[in-house]
């Protein structure tokens, strides 16, 4: 009986050693800044607005801010820019003080028409107009274009989950894909020229949709692309065509897909009090945290940036929030770098 209790005890101090990262810590160390081609500074972690409404998304920039986040990551399509705005005014920050990414919807998918270049390049020069007004900014220090031009649709599809264009397996299929691409990239460097944006990329580009640009006058200086443990360090050789290109690879939904978080990486069971029911999912980011003190989450994020891969994160949590900052005061192993590289997952879309 004590044998069972105290093995019960050990294996309730194990899950709550795996879940620690709700205990309040101190202000983490500032967020290293990845340099652009251009020279512009680009801090390495962005918190994320995706999926809030006006009002979530003000509180959420006010929030990150609160943390230690310098950087935002919203886009057009999220319809939540007028309360990214708000938050950003609202949290009194200078506004060079901060870096404040955006996208523009891709032809064929966000209610973008694809009919034909022309339009697709009349209404990205619309909905960049429409995205400084919302955001209430003079410029945006970064802007990309959310995705690659989708085949078949008529420009009333909001989300192009159903396409093959959504990440992870970006696409680069609609026939006129090049003569779409280019269009919409001449908006933004136009852009760009007139100082409306200090840096332009893209989003779940794949190389064949990059290779569209070569020779522009400005190439893209940012593909944001899903990437997360379980996907293998180089899917679709994203980063091997970045830093070959001078591209740099940033990481969205780092905790799995779908904007949730996946239970391989975040655990299962996370708060229950039962140990007969804990789901060993997530055990190799847990394990591989305990090692350092880290949560499964942190270790996520360290990961990603460990192979110099900057990440858009998001949390409505503040502790979560101040956790994910805290990830600059330890370095993973090369055994243990290797095992997340090694590990795969099913994507859950
Ligand atoms: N370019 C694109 O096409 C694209 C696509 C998807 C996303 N993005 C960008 O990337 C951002 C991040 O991706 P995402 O929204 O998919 O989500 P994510 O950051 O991968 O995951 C968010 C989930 O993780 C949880 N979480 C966050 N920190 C945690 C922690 N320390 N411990 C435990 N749980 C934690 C959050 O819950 P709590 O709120 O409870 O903490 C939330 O449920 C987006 O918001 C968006 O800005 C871009
Ligand atoms: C925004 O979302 C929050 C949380 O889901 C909800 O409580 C609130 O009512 C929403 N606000 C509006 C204006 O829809
Ligand atoms: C935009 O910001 C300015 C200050 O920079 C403020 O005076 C104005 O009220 C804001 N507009 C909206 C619509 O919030
Ligand atoms: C798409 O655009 C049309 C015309 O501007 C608008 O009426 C409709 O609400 C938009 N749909 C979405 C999902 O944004
Ligand atoms: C998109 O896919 C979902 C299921 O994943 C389906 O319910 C929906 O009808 C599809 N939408 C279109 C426009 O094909
Ligand atoms: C970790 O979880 C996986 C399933 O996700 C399982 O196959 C493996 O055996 C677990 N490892 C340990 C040490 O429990
Ligand atoms: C990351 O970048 C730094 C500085 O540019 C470089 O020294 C280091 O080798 C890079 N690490 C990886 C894993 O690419």
Not at 24 to 47: F, H, K
Not at 97 to 102: E, G, K, V
Not at 198 to 205: E, H, T
Not at 237 to 248: N, P
Request: glycine letters at 8%; hydrophobic letters at 35%.
């Amino acid at each position: 009986m004590a044998r069972w209790v105290s093995g019960a005890a050990a294996a309730v101090a194990l899950i709550l050693q795996g879940c620690s990262d709700d205990s309040p810590t101190p202000r983490p160390p500032s967020v290293p800044a990845v340099t652009l081609r251009n020279g512009v500074q680009m801090p390495m972690l962005a918190a994320g607005t995706w999926q809030y409404n006006d009002s979530v998304a003000e509180d959420a920039v006010v929030a990150a801010f609160n943390a230690g986040f310098q950087h935002i990551d919203t886009a057009y399509d999220y319809h939540n820019q007028v309360g990214v705005g708000k938050g950003l005014k609202r949290s009194g920050k200078a506004r060079g003080s901060f870096f404040l990414t955006s996208k523009v919807p891709g032809c064929g998918s966000q209610n973008v028409s694809a009919k034909s270049v022309e339009q697709c390049k009349t209404e990205t020069e619309d909905k960049l107009v429409i995205d400084l007004q919302q955001l209430n900014l003079t410029y945006i220090d970064l802007v990309l274009v959310h995705f690659p031009p989708c085949p078949g649709d008529d420009g009333t599809a909001e989300s192009p989950s159903n396409s093959s264009c959504y990440a992870p397996h970006s696409g680069c299929t609609h026939p006129q894909a090049c003569d779409m691409i280019r269009a919409q990239w001449s908006v933004l460097t136009n852009a760009y020229k007139k100082q409306q944006i200090r840096a332009i990329g893209v989003s779940n580009y794949c190389s064949a949709c990059l290779e569209c640009l070569a020779g522009s006058e400005v190439f893209p200086m940012v593909n944001q692309v899903q990437l997360h443990v379980g996907m293998g360090s180089d899917p679709e050789g994203f980063r091997t065509f970045a830093e070959k290109h001078q591209i740099k690879l940033q990481a969205y939904s780092p905790f799995g897909s779908g904007g949730h978080g996946s239970e391989e990486i975040l655990k299962a069971g996370c708060g229950m009090s039962i140990p007969w029911h804990v789901d060993m999912r997530g055990n190799l980011t847990t394990s591989i945290g305990n090692k350092y003190g880290k949560s499964a989450a942190q270790v996520a994020l360290k990961w990603i940036v460990s192979h110099n891969v900057s990440v858009a994160t998001k949390s409505a949590n503040p502790a979560h929030l101040k956790a994910n900052l805290d990830i600059f005061d330890f370095t993973l192993s090369d055994g243990d770098l290797t095992s997340l590289d090694k590990a795969t997952f099913a994507s859950e879309d």
